[in-house]
């Protein structure tokens, strides 16, 4: 059963309550540099991300907030954007109106607000701009940058019980605590809870998912789920994912990202298409047509069914979208297999809404057809043959099975 949040409204996005799992990413362009800043959101915005997260740094990139805002809405993308600040929010939001009225959220870091006597007047200045300016704030706490202070006083309280508490367990503490000391201080400081998004980011996956379990008993704001510094490749998306499901599985989880570090000349959106998948994964929700196919073994040493695999996977991520605009419903939820011999191939084609299920090394070469359970054609061919057939049976079969 899903945790019970605090809907929080960010822009034309809804976090938290009975509402889907929000998907959302953070651009890597100098905010400063309006065009290539406004160009990644809507690529991000595109691929799925549904709300937008940048850095705010300096007066530069503070000016352009307002003209990233105006340019994404003259071009209709109405994604929410949030402000990640960082050391001196407190003086770009005071200092720069028009921002702080532009962006749709505020990422406050407890650990990076100030220190020693500025962290609380600094804090206090952000949210009372986000009073102001009736907007919510996502209190997100990393352990890499945690508030010192509190975790200092933890560790004294450790050292005063004899030591009761590994040191791993007193950060994870920590790490609770000040999400939660910092949510209570901006709710007395005039920010209504409703208004408020908590994160409490690891790179670690386990201390990650121990830290979330706790947060999710000590308060009800809507979380923001995320293993920070996730690291590259199939290594980021591995740690995220293990990360993101075990929470997800257990009702936490409103709304989420995967912290990738970009592969040299790869797309922005990998992370966006992580995400898609893990909830997808989950049956949390759906997007494009899920596809089953074999991984392949002795019985399969013809490579058809991977080429055959990889067309059918290219032609629904194409085409989804643009049955969606047709207003064809429920397509995303469509199952389609392509199998590679008779072992398990004629089972799950049956049980797919469509399936092919084509002959293994030695077996009869023909390749059978099911749809909803029942076998309507066999092809034979090539695997450019064998690809466009059933194509357009998936055609004819989404247009004869899913309403306008």
């Known amino acids: 059963m899903r945790r019970k949040s605090i809907a929080v409204k960010?822009?034309?996005i809804i976090i938290g309550g009975d509402n889907p799992v929000v998907i959302q990413s953070m651009t890597n362009t100098p905010t400063e540099d309006v065009k290539a800043t406004v160009n990644q959101i809507k690529e991000l915005a595109d691929a799925g991300s549904e709300l937008v997260r940048?850095?705010?740094?300096?007066?530069?990139?503070?000016?352009?907030?307002?003209?990233?805002?105006?340019?994404?809405?003259?071009?209709?993308?109405?994604?929410?954007?949030?402000g990640d600040f960082h050391y001196n929010g407190h003086l770009l939001l005071t200092k720069f109106p028009d921002c702080a009225q532009a962006l749709d959220k505020y990422r406050i870091n407890p650990g990076n607000v100030g220190f020693g006597e500025s962290h609380d007047s600094n804090f206090e200045a952000m949210v009372k701009v986000a009073v102001d300016n009736d907007k919510p704030v996502r209190i997100g706490v990393n352990w890499g940058s945690l508030d010192q202070n509190v975790l200092a006083r933890l560790m004294d309280e450790n050292?005063?019980?004899?030591?009761?508490?590994?040191?791993?367990?007193?950060?994870?503490?920590?790490?609770?605590?000040?999400?939660?000391?910092?949510?209570?201080?901006?709710?007395?400081?005039?920010?209504?809870?409703?208004?408020?998004?908590?994160?409490?980011?690891?790179?670690?996956?386990?201390?990650?998912?121990?830290?979330?379990?706790?947060?999710?008993?000590?308060?009800?704001?809507?979380?923001?789920l995320g293993v920070t510094e996730a690291g590259q490749g199939l290594k980021g998306a591995i740690h995220s994912t293990a990360g993101?499901?075990?929470?997800?599985?257990?009702?936490?989880?409103?709304?989420i990202r995967t912290s990738l570090t970009p592969t040299p000349g790869t797309s922005r959106t990998e992370e966006v298409k992580i995400c898609k998948q893990i909830l997808q994964s989950l049956s949390l929700r759906f997007f494009t047509p899920e596809i089953t196919s074999c991984p392949g073994c002795g019985r399969t040493t013809s490579t058809v069914f991977q080429e055959i695999a990889e067309q059918v996977e290219k032609f629904l991520q194409k085409k989804t979208p643009e049955w969606k605009k047709k207003g064809v419903k429920g397509v995303e939820k469509m199952e389609v297999a392509v199998m590679g011999c008779i072992v398990n191939g004629p089972g799950e084609s049956k049980n797919a809404n469509i399936g092919l299920?084509?002959?293994?090394?030695?077996?009869?070469?023909?390749?059978?057809?099911?749809?909803?359970?029942?076998?309507?054609?066999?092809?034979?061919?090539?695997?450019?043959?064998?690809?466009?057939?059933?194509?357009?049976?998936?055609?004819?079969?989404?247009?004869?099975?899913?309403?306008?």
């Open 54 to 82: 940048f850095t705010v740094k300096d007066d530069a990139g503070a000016k352009a907030v307002p003209l990233i805002k105006k340019a994404l809405l003259d071009e209709n993308y109405e994604v929410p954007l949030i």
């Open 159 to 224: 050292a005063k019980n004899n030591y009761s508490k590994a040191n791993t367990d007193v950060l994870i503490d920590a790490l609770v605590t000040s999400a939660i000391e910092s949510k209570n201080k901006a709710v007395e400081l005039g920010l209504e809870n409703k208004k408020i998004v908590i994160s409490t980011k690891s790179s670690r996956v386990q201390d990650m998912i121990k830290a979330y379990s706790l947060l999710a008993e000590r308060c009800d704001n809507a979380l923001h």
């Open 244 to 255: 993101l499901s075990v929470l997800l599985q257990k009702g936490i989880g409103d709304t």
């Open 10 to 12: 960010v822009g034309n």
């Open 357 to 404: 299920s084509l002959p293994g090394s030695g077996e009869t070469p023909a390749a059978p057809v099911f749809a909803d359970g029942k076998q309507i054609k066999v092809l034979k061919g090539n695997a450019k043959q064998l690809t466009e057939e059933f194509i357009k049976l998936i055609e004819e079969y989404v247009e004869g099975h899913y309403s306008k």
